[in-house]
């Protein structure tokens, strides 16, 4: 989730809030029929974090409904989005958190998958605690004073240590690296999913008890709980090389769209119009918001901001 959700193999943890339904695989539109029911279809994988499916929902409720093609979702960790990606299994995806790795096999090895265009949003993961902690101990926000607190962060799954709060363990991330190389006195505990990372919190929230969580932006739950990122050494080009040596901060990611290459050069409309999709993080955290706040479905989450900013969709529109 650098910002390698490599996150969050986020891209998906199982469970995820509202995730929008999964359907079978369809074969990318080029121009031919597909098997199933003679439609033009897409593929495109669900991520685990309900912002990531925002971007899905609303670009397959406008594929659907003003493109007339039939949209199937595949819910996938990230690296294996990537793989299915470069098969042709899949034909997007439309939220990536940055995969060097992958990016170097597929996009300028086997030339696969191409680049999709800048989503719009920029990432960020980083260490959080709650503010009515940091007002309390205005030190803890330095990394350097994070063992001073260890014993308010241990719980009973964090073995005499205090309790780094992680999502899925799908998620791809530098915490137990940056812990090991700091020599701090925490350990990495995993929720699960997002999910019930988010009911950890807000439970958390609800007692004024101390924690210490892995946590990203943009999020929709930051509108409801205010929490302050600790400070870890400064992030600087090149300081993530070595998954073993790191001891840096996150990057900020804006982050990026890919194609299956043949599907970009053939998809007709559809490879057009995600290419063209672009929104602001505000805009997403709306439809999140709906879909994991308001408990809305995601087709009527979509539906209701497409209904509601046409001018924003319609130059989307090939």
């Known amino acids: 989730m650098n910002s390698k959700r490599v996150r969050r193999t986020l891209v998906a943890a199982t469970g995820a809030v509202g995730l929008v339904a999964l359907s079978a695989c369809g074969a990318a539109d080029t121009g031919k029929k597909n098997e199933v029911g003679g439609d033009k279809a897409v593929t495109l994988t669900v991520p685990s974090w309900v912002g990531a499916e925002a971007n899905v929902a609303v670009a397959k409720y406008i594929l659907e409904k003003e493109l007339g093609y039939k949209v199937h979702t595949k819910q996938m960790g990230e690296v294996l989005a990537w793989d299915a990606l470069s098969k042709g299994d899949i034909d997007g995806i439309l939220e990536d958190w940055g995969h060097p790795k992958q990016e170097k096999q ?112 943009p999020q929709w739950l930051n509108n409801q709980v205010d929490m302050v990122e600790v400070k870890l050494p400064e992030y600087k080009t090149g300081c993530d090389a070595d998954p073993k040596k790191i001891t840096c901060a996150y990057p900020k990611t804006p982050l990026q769209k890919y194609f299956n290459a043949d599907f970009a050069k053939n998809g007709g409309k559809a490879a057009k119009f995600l290419k063209n999709f672009k929104w602001t993080t505000e805009q997403q955290n709306e439809v999140a918001g709906m879909i994991a706040g308001d408990k809305m479905s995601a087709d009527a989450a979509a539906k209701k901001w497409v209904d509601e900013n046409k001018p924003t969709w319609e130059k989307w529109l090939p």
Not at 111 to 139: R, S
């Open 106 to 217: 597929y996009l300028n090895g086997k030339k696969t998958v191409v680049k999709g265009g800048d989503l719009g949003v920029t990432g960020h993961i980083g260490w959080y605690v709650p503010k009515y902690f940091a007002d309390k101990h205005p030190d803890v926000t330095d990394w350097k004073n994070l063992n001073k607190y260890a014993e308010d962060f241990k719980t009973s799954e964090s073995g005499g240590k205090g309790q780094l709060l992680e999502g899925s363990p799908d998620y791809v991330t530098n915490d137990d690296a940056i812990i090991k190389n700091l020599k701090l006195d925490l350990k990495t505990v995993y929720a699960g999913n997002e999910s019930s990372q988010i009911t950890q919190i807000k439970q958390n929230v609800k007692n004024k008890t101390p924690f210490l969580t892995y946590w990203w932006t």
